[in-house]
């Protein structure tokens, strides 16, 4: 992050000052546009492997599959009074 600072004060020469304003907003609109762009990909797919796996979101999805729930109407079929 520091690096990052340097780059942005003595390379760049991005300041506080009243004639940089529109510099400083436009890296700041970069960043915030390279974060969603980042972030949201991410969450989009994680979302995407855990439904393409079958689990459900947060649940500890190990690749495994669930076992699959018995119908009760299966269960009940061939019983007396079923």
């Given at each position: 992050?520091?690096?990052?600072?340097?780059?942005?004060?003595?390379?760049?020469?991005?300041?506080?000052?009243r004639e940089q304003r529109w510099?400083?907003?436009?890296?700041?609109?970069?960043?915030?546009?390279?974060?969603?762009?980042?972030?949201?990909?991410?969450?989009?797919?994680?979302?995407?492997?855990?439904?393409?796996?079958?689990?459900?979101?947060?649940?500890?999805?190990?690749?495994?599959?669930?076992?699959?729930?018995?119908?009760?109407?299966?269960?009940?079929?061939?019983?007396?009074?079923?």
């Amino acid at each position: 992050m520091l690096q990052i600072l340097v780059h942005v004060v003595f390379f760049l020469h991005l300041t506080t000052a009243r004639e940089q304003r529109w510099s400083l907003v436009a890296l700041v609109f970069s960043v915030v546009i390279i974060a969603l762009l980042v972030g949201l990909s991410l969450w989009i797919m994680y979302y995407v492997h855990a439904n393409m796996l079958g689990c459900e979101i947060g649940s500890n999805c190990d690749g495994r599959r669930a076992p699959h729930k018995k119908d009760p109407e299966q269960t009940t079929r061939g019983q007396p009074g079923g």
